[in-house]
């Protein structure tokens, strides 16, 4: 959240050790989201209602100015249930402490709910009505549930007879639920929406709402896009959109738990995901360390309302240094090269690739519609196509028996219309045989066959590969684990194993600085 000129982030943090457990509310500020300072925990153990522990939840600003924060407690019963915590101190900008009212919890799990699966409230809004509402993930059987609660005071609240939501899917948890403006309106499509607006009835014509939920047991998230019937308190996605484990996601790679919040500072809706290690145990004990928040993204409607558009915050272009330029260099079938004159380890990569021959595209499969990652694993880098594979070799060794892949292959859906796969492909990325390697992949809504052309915007930061497809519709974040590709001997190459020849219209890559991670701050 954004309070009196600095973010906040809240995050799930072990102070014992880099394996889950003992987890408190770790704390950290910034002014800028990207460097960024560690205080104290915010919220742990303290009370019955979370002696076992503060798992996760959202803040909401009340309209006096008052932040408030909900998060799940887990009580000596081992039942999951709802509390909120206020700041002891609201002249303070960094908010060190907080307290929690002896009402808690605001919400137990009663009659009909599963209290072992219910947890992570929601950003709360205020209806027309004047309640105040909320939803907490939850699950009956394998019904993924957003279960929805409502209040006057945000002190007592009541379950409503209906949840907002549902599918079956499994338990939901994470849940994220905001609006977001479509094009056309007043408001520019790419501005974000407070949820504090809901309530106004002048922007319900020109918002749709946005419900994402994290899968437990698939372990990604999806989400959908439709309509918030403020009178029966129902949310309806709409049709065009899957409403189960096929639905579109933020990130097709590892990306989990993620939660968005509205910055009115910058009038932005900006998403954070959490991506956690594919490594071993034995390795996260001896680095210290295990989970990292992906860089944070803006997140908006595209302007035909068919999916949601990310990209990296701006601020974070104020890491660049060095820069490098290609441009206008053709890689010809089965040909790849080496971008050099900078260090690649820790860098900025956006480029953009024009197709010479479509007509050698590979026929698409329809079957392969709902499973874009056995497509990838399939019909992986090293498989030679039609168009595509082409794409980035990164945190390669100079010999290349150390890679990873990013990486589109086009498809021919008919005489007329193409299928654009995007893949991160980390098979190749590290001599350590034990590490988990999946391969990521999802299709690209672009229409290739008007322009030929197709961009990508890549950053590489010694573990972690955070790709954008088509100017942010479609985002893959992989872990890889190079034990030779490292520091100055990380190299970057641009490949192309398909029949027809691309071009690099141009490509613009900075060495990023390091920036202020978790520094102390000073007494």
């Known amino acids: 959240m954004y309070y009196k000129g600095l973010y906040h982030l809240f995050y799930q943090y072990n102070p014992k050790g880099a394996v889950w457990g003992n987890i408190v509310w770790a704390h950290s500020v910034s002014t800028d989201l990207i460097d960024w300072t560690a205080l104290e925990p915010g919220i742990y153990p303290s009370k019955t ?4 522990g503060c798992w996760s939840g959202s803040a909401t600003v009340l309209p006096s100015g008052v932040p408030a924060i909900m998060y799940t407690g887990i009580d000596p019963d081992e039942r999951q249930v709802q ?4 700041p002891v101190n609201l002249s303070d900008p960094y908010l060190r402490e907080w307290y929690k009212p002896n009402y808690n919890p605001i919400i137990d799990p009663d009659r009909g709910i599963n209290a072992s699966a219910f947890r992570d409230p929601t950003t709360a809004w205020y209806g027309p009505d004047g309640h105040w509402r909320l939803v907490v993930g939850s699950k009956v059987d394998m019904k993924g549930l957003a279960v929805l609660y409502r209040s006057r005071d945000f002190k007592t609240w009541v379950k409503a007879h209906h949840p907002l939501h549902s599918a079956h ?3 939901w948890e994470c849940p994220d639920f905001y609006p977001v403006a479509v094009a056309g309106g007043s408001r520019h499509h ?6 504090a607006e809901l309530h106004d009835r002048s922007v319900a014509e020109e918002v749709k709402y946005v419900l994402k939920v994290s899968l437990d047991l698939m372990r990604y998230e999806y989400y959908t896009v439709g309509r918030y019937d403020h009178a029966t308190d129902r949310y309806i996605p709409d049709a065009a959109f899957s409403d189960n484990d096929y639905g579109l996601r933020y990130d097709y790679g590892d990306f989990y738990a993620s939660k968005s919040f509205y910055d009115p500072a910058k009038r932005r809706r900006i998403v954070w995901g959490w991506a956690n290690e594919s490594d071993t145990v034995p390795d996260d004990r001896r680095k210290g360390w295990a989970g990292i928040q992906a860089i944070p993204r803006k997140l908006w409607l595209s302007p035909d309302g068919k999916q949601l558009v990310q990209w990296p915050v701006e601020e974070l272009q104020a890491l660049r240094a060095k820069h490098v330029n290609v441009r206008d260099k053709v890689v010809k079938s089965g040909n790849y090269f080496e971008v050099t004159g900078f260090k690649s380890v820790q860098s900025d990569v956006d ?15 329809p079957a392969w519609r709902t499973d874009a990652q056995a497509v990838c694993k399939k019909l992986g880098s090293d498989v030679k196509g039609g168009v595509g594979p082409f794409g980035l070799w990164v945190l390669a060794s100079g010999d290349l028996k ?6 589109f292959r086009v498809f021919k859906a008919n005489d007329s219309s193409h299928v654009v796969l995007m893949c991160n492909d980390p098979t190749r990325s590290s001599y350590e045989s034990k590490i988990y390697r999946p391969t990521f992949a999802g299709f690209v809504d672009v229409d290739i066959g008007k322009n030929k052309k197709i961009a990508l915007r890549t950053l590489i930061d010694h573990s972690v590969v955070e790709s954008f497809g088509a100017r942010g519709k479609t985002c893959i974040l992989t872990r890889v684990y190079p034990r030779k590709a490292i520091d100055d001997d ?10 027809s020849d691309v071009k690099i219209t141009n490509l613009d890559a900075w060495e990023m600085k390091t920036p202020k991670m978790n520094a102390q701050q000073s007494q």
């Open 490 to 499: 990380a190299h970057l190459f641009v490949f192309n194993n398909g029949e």
């Open 83 to 86: 509390n909120v915590a206020y």
């Open 351 to 365: 480029l953009a690739f024009a197709i010479k021959d479509l007509s050698k595209a590979e026929k698409f499969n």
């Open 402 to 407: 150390e890679r990873t892949a990013v990486f």
């Open 49 to 52: 209602f979370d002696a076992k």
């Open 169 to 171: 899917t499994g338990m």
């Open 190 to 195: 790419r501005r974000g929406v407070d949820t």
